[in-house]
């Protein structure tokens, strides 16, 4: 009995272990805006990682990928310039998909 119980699971492991790989194989990429003032540039796909600096409401930006954290929240990796002009340096960073609206278009990319 308990072999059963241990083909199952390895089955379920072996299922969501392709799952895993067969999403990684596609990259979102597109455009979208913020949909709030003040949305941070994070450093990391986290709300507690650092941030570069701030997005003004209704800012146009291209994303390159997406990523899903743990409490099931997609972020969208983007590179861009500070709007404020504080400096010329691109930054690339994630926003939180609350507080963006993105247009998607699905790539498959080679791993």
């Known amino acids: 009995m308990h ?14 272990a392709l799952i895993s790989l067969c999403a990684m194989a596609l990259a979102a990429s597109g455009t ?6 003040g949305v941070r540039l994070r450093k ?3 709300t507690s990682a650092d941030y570069w600096f701030r997005l ?14 743990a409490n099931g929240v997609t972020w969208y990796k983007v590179s861009v310039a500070d ?13 939180h998909g ?4 993105a247009s998607t ?3 498959v990319t080679s791993s």
């Open 32 to 37: 979208g805006v913020t949909t709030a003032s």
């Open 98 to 101: 609350d507080f963006f609206s």
């Open 3 to 16: 072999g059963i119980n241990h083909r199952k699971a390895v089955m379920v492991l072996l299922t969501l």
């Open 56 to 69: 003004p409401i209704n800012y146009s930006c291209t994303y390159s990928d997406t990523v899903l954290d």
């Open 83 to 95: 709007p404020n002009g504080s400096d010329d340096q691109v930054r690339t960073g994630y926003l």
């Open 44 to 46: 990391e796909a986290s």
């Open 105 to 107: 278009s699905t790539t």
